[in-house]
């Protein structure tokens, strides 16, 4: 019984207790935040050197490996970022529990969307000849 | 299962606002807007993808007064959640917890979000010339 002593009786019967998940969506938040500070900063940077230059000048920056790239890892870590702030939001806020989980499930859809969407774009500009 | 009719502390309207409590507030707000705007940024990748024409609609729409205004509310919003946030890292380090050191990181987080926010609307109009 040791290993059970934190929990109630109710609670053990039931299943309830560690989701064995951990700090996972904490730290993943963390992580991707930490990314984006250098990526985010230097993505707005390049943005500024643009403004008005029109679409030879966009297409011809992310032509280049390294904009290319830069680009890509920035919208992966701001979706997976997005998508977890998101679901926090819905937890907090929504109690309804089929309304939460159809917007949780639709939060992880337009996330995946979005990223898919955008990754695709620079690899087209990318890979053009 | 039964609720518990459990006593409830005091909702929002009780407290008196606060730079910590709004800043907080806040962090949310410009996070959920920032996923708005993800949504434009992808556009516009897409359409520097698809062809001159395609680019040229999204650059219309940038230029417009709106697309200015929705432009002007996302960089102060990116500035914002990104400073606030290297805040909430500082505190994931188990730093800065004094009531005097919140209060004075939380007005570096103002004002140095706005400062920001000028510096690259001034630099994006320099470089448009």
């Known amino acids: ?129 | 299962m039964s609720q518990i009719q459990r006593p409830l502390s005091p909702h929002l309207q009780i407290y008196k606002p606060q730079l910590t409590s709004i800043l907080s507030i806040s962090h949310r707000a410009t996070g959920l807007a920032l996923a708005v705007g993800t949504i434009l940024l992808v556009w516009w990748l897409l359409a520097a993808a698809t062809s001159a024409d395609a680019f040229g609609v999204a650059e219309a729409f940038w230029h417009s007064w709106i697309g200015r205004l929705l432009l002007l509310g996302w960089t102060w919003s990116l500035f914002f959640h990104l400073c606030n946030g290297v805040r909430h890292l500082v505190w994931d380090a188990g730093r800065g917890f004094k009531l005097k050191t919140a209060y004075a990181s939380g007005w570096t987080v103002v004002v140095g979000s706005v400062a920001l926010t000028l510096i690259a609307w001034i630099a994006a109009y320099v470089v448009r010339g």
């Not at chain 1, 993505?43 to 008005?52: H, Q, R, S, Y």
């Open chain 1, 1 to 129: 019984m040791s290993d059970t002593r934190l929990r109630s009786p109710l609670g053990r019967v039931m299943g309830l207790g560690s989701a064995k998940e951990g700090v996972a969506h904490w730290w993943a938040q963390r992580v991707t935040a930490v990314a984006m500070i250098p990526l985010l900063l230097w993505f707005v940077i390049a943005l500024i050197g643009l403004t008005g230059a029109g679409r030879a000048a966009v297409v011809a920056w992310l032509h280049a490996p390294v904009p290319a790239i830069a680009t890509v890892l920035m919208l992966i870590a701001a979706f997976y970022h997005m998508a977890l702030g998101i679901q926090v939001v819905v937890e907090d806020y929504v109690h309804t529990e089929w309304l939460k989980i159809s917007v949780l499930l639709l939060n992880k859809f337009v996330a995946f969307a979005l990223a898919a969407a955008g990754i695709f774009a620079v690899l087209r500009i990318a890979f053009q000849s």
